[in-house]
């Protein structure tokens, strides 16, 4: 059921540099066509730095890991893949059918590959009002469970920051800020709140990502970076668009997997582009800091 791309099996036989990428942020978190070309933009990035990207979905019912231009357009354009999240896998695959792959599973998915570092824009986490909705994204789950170092700006602050943090804590997730303190949200530098240990160097994070390994330890390293200070949003402009759009999710009943797609779909349009112009430029900056751990993994390996 696991179908490397030649180019991805290639580089993981030969220990070469990999880095995951995910596909619902292609299916679902920006517009067409502009989601294809940055699909593309992100690989060539890799590649530009010597790293092999392996971009991961569901298609057909078959665990693709790497796609090629024509798969990832198909992805980019049907506007109908849906979110496949952990529960979603193995129907997935035994009906045959496609499935945008979320963090949770883009990491359950790199793991079965051997696949050591995934690059995202930001982690799904604890709603706000989870209390009462139980919404809590299963994005937390896999980094309990998958041994992987995952790269993002943080989280958004659409959802409950601080809930989402201490769940990290009690399943025993490191969490690490990459020359920050602070725990990076996502549009915005800093959330207010504070990661457990700043790192600066990558060789650290991977010095610490092996001595999990030695340790047996299970679960994923969260490696937090800012958004660059140059492509940071405005705080008050950002959380006045957001109170609205939150009580558009809650006025329109807006529930479950739809939560996210439509509140970046908002953003996206209320912003007039500005939210997806932010997206891409921390994407790539996390992508850089990927290309740097794979690199000094696979050195080491
Ligand atoms: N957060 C973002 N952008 C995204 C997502 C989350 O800022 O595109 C996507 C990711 O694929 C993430 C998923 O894994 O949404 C989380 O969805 P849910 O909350 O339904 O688990
Ligand atoms: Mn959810």
Redesign the pocket.
Known sequence: MLHLSPEVEQALANSKPVVAL?S??IA??FPYPDNYQLGLELESLLRAEGVVPATIAILGGKLKVGLTEDELHYIAKAGNIP?A?LRDVPSLLALGLDGA????TTMQIAHLAGIKVFV?????GV?RGAEQSF?I???LQALASYNLMVVCAG??S?LDLPKTLEVLESQGTVVVGYQTEGFPA?YLRDSGLRVDYRVDNPADIVKIFETKETLEIGGGILVTTPIPLADELDSRQFNAWLDMILAEVEEQGVQ??H???YI?RRLHEVSQGETVKANIALVKNNLLLGAKLAQTYSLGS
């Not at 792959?101 to 949770?104: E, L």
């Not at 995202?120 to 799904?124: D, F, K, Q, R």
Request: aromatic share 4%; charged share 20%.
């Open positions: 995910e619902t942020i679902h978190g979110k999240s792959t979320t963090v949770a995202t824009g930001g982690i799904g709603h919404d994204s299963a994005d989280a958004k659409v996502f479950g997997k939560v996210t797609p970046l």
